[in-house]
């Protein structure tokens, strides 16, 4: 079993943060979470995928981390989210990412 | 162009910083099963916790894919994180003596790298102890 946490810098201020934990090569539970920084409060996370109890969603949250919308969607590897974050960044937010 | 840090931590050091922040996985349990997944950082620590209690390895990277790379990775940061992994240090102050540099600018650039997420702080007593975990930076030129 490997637990494997990978912080991706994809600009000064904008992080995906990994959590895959793997057995084999089976994927136990993953979590991949978008987080930008912001001059007055810090990180703040704006998009995370995972797979929390088995079921694979995507969470976006508002200025004060609150939930605020969770939709069913496809599994996501990293390289997947890289690829989406790279390409939209903060206008993921306003995104249907379901469809995704 | 991106720079790939390695880091390896025993897995009982992670443990004993969750026990430290959360008291019992039954107490973080608790407190995730109450938000669901919704609070990302209890959620993570309670699975790596949970795998790591039974006996999973633990690995950490980070990846530097944007262009500021070097105004982070500077000769004389690198330098502190190359003495950390050979070497223990027992406060900021001894760490700037042992590389031969000002206290100020040894602990902004430890700030710095804490930032990066290349050096860790530990408390004892009024003393921070800077350690680091990394055992492999890598730079690797995409084609």
Redesign the interface.
């Known amino acids: 079993m490997r637990v494997m946490k990978k912080k991706i810098w994809i600009h000064k201020n904008e992080v995906i943060e990994s959590l895959v934990i793997a057995e084999g090569s089976k994927i136990k539970f993953y979590s991949h979470t978008y987080l930008v920084r912001e001059r007055s409060r810090g990180w703040r996370p704006y998009v995370k995928w995972d797979n929390w109890e088995g079921q694979p969603h995507v969470d976006k949250f508002d200025a004060n981390e609150t939930l605020i919308e969770q939709k069913p969607c496809n599994e996501k590897g990293l390289e997947e989210v890289i690829k989406l974050v790279k390409i939209f960044r903060r206008n993921l937010i306003t995104m249907d990412l379901s469809q995704l | 162009m991106y720079v790939n840090i390695k880091k390896i931590k025993d897995p009982e050091i992670v443990i004993e910083e969750f026990q430290d922040q959360y008291g019992t996985i039954n107490s973080l349990s608790q407190r995730v099963s109450i938000s ?3 609070t ?1 950082n209890e ?2 620590d309670l ?2 916790w949970k ?2 209690k ?13 262009s ?1 790379i070097f105004d982070v990775l500077t000769p004389k940061r690198m330098e502190l994180v190359d003495y950390l992994t050979k070497n223990k240090a027992s406060s900021i102050r001894k760490l700037s003596e042992a590389v031969h540099r000002n206290y100020k600018n040894t602990y902004d650039d430890l700030l710095a790298l804490e930032k ?2 290349l050096v860790e702080f530990k408390r004892s007593g009024k003393s921070r102890i800077p350690i680091s975990f990394v055992i492999r930076v890598e730079t690797v030129f995409e084609h």
């Open positions: 669901k997944c919704t990302k959620m993570e699975m790596v795998y790591l039974s006996g999973a390895v633990f690995e950490e990277e980070i990846v530097l894919h944007n500021d990066m997420g």
